[in-house]
Antibody, heavy 118, light 110 residues
């Protein structure tokens, strides 16, 4: 059974940094591309970033490019999202998800809340 | 990376059918057959309902069906049940290794 658990959310001030983690279990982690998706308060889902199964290819939404870095440790079955220069508009629940463009995001975690506020 | 357009709300009575639309452009929904739909009960993990426009993952009831015409994709929920009350989100591959979502539709079962 696939299990994804996000952690690392919290309250930070604009301009500060935060690192999110996503612990995965129940599947062959190193064989799958993974993604981060967020949902701001009262908003729809927003794609944030994707990483290939081996971590060699990373893709970002324009809204986070240059500020967020997506990485993975296949030996620990863990994803990381390093977020820098945070803005108030980055306030959202951040979900990690298993899947790629064609087959959809077939499994999601329950999310971790990030609040950017002065 | 402009968001896809969904109606903010939809509703239907138990047993009825409801269709939710998802409008994009000729660069995303209209070009690729990589439209997905997700069901999201607040506070829970989103659930994949439909991928590649009309395919259902195992375990998803056939009451949920997807289609596409031009730049608009649609999700139809037939035989509405109380537990179908949730937020529904569409997404489409938008090329250049990017994904775009819709604004979400809140489905109310009357």
């Amino acid at each position: 059974q696939v299990h994804l658990v996000e952690s690392g959310g919290g309250v930070v001030q604009p301009g500060q940094s935060l690192r999110l983690s996503c612990a995965a279990s129940g599947f062959s982690f190193s064989s799958y591309g993974m993604q981060w998706v967020r949902q701001g308060p009262g908003k729809g889902l927003e794609w944030v970033a994707a990483i290939s199964h081996d971590g060699n290819n990373k893709y970002y939404a324009d809204s986070v490019k240059g500020r967020f870095t997506f990485s993975r440790d296949n030996s620990r079955n863990t994803l990381f999202l390093q977020m820098t220069s945070l803005r108030t508009e980055d306030t959202a629940v951040y979900y990690c998800a298993k899947g790629w463009w064609m087959e959809g995001l077939e499994n999601w975690g329950q999310g971790t809340m990030v609040t950017v506020s002065s | 990376q402009s968001a896809l357009t969904q109606p903010p709300s939809a509703s239907g009575s138990p047993g009825q059918s409801v269709t939710i639309s998802c409008t994009g452009t000729s660069s995303d929904v209209g070009y690729y057959n990589y439209v997905s739909w997700y069901q999201h009960h607040p506070g829970k993990a989103p659930k994949l309902l439909i991928y590649e426009v009309r395919k259902r993952p195992s375990g998803v009831p056939d009451r949920f069906s997807g289609s596409k015409s031009g730049n608009t994709a649609s999700l139809t929920v037939s035989g509405l049940q109380a537990e179908d009350e949730a937020d529904y989100h569409c997404s489409s591959y938008a090329g250049s290794n990017t994904l775009v979502f819709g604004g979400g539709t809140k489905l109310t079962v009357l």
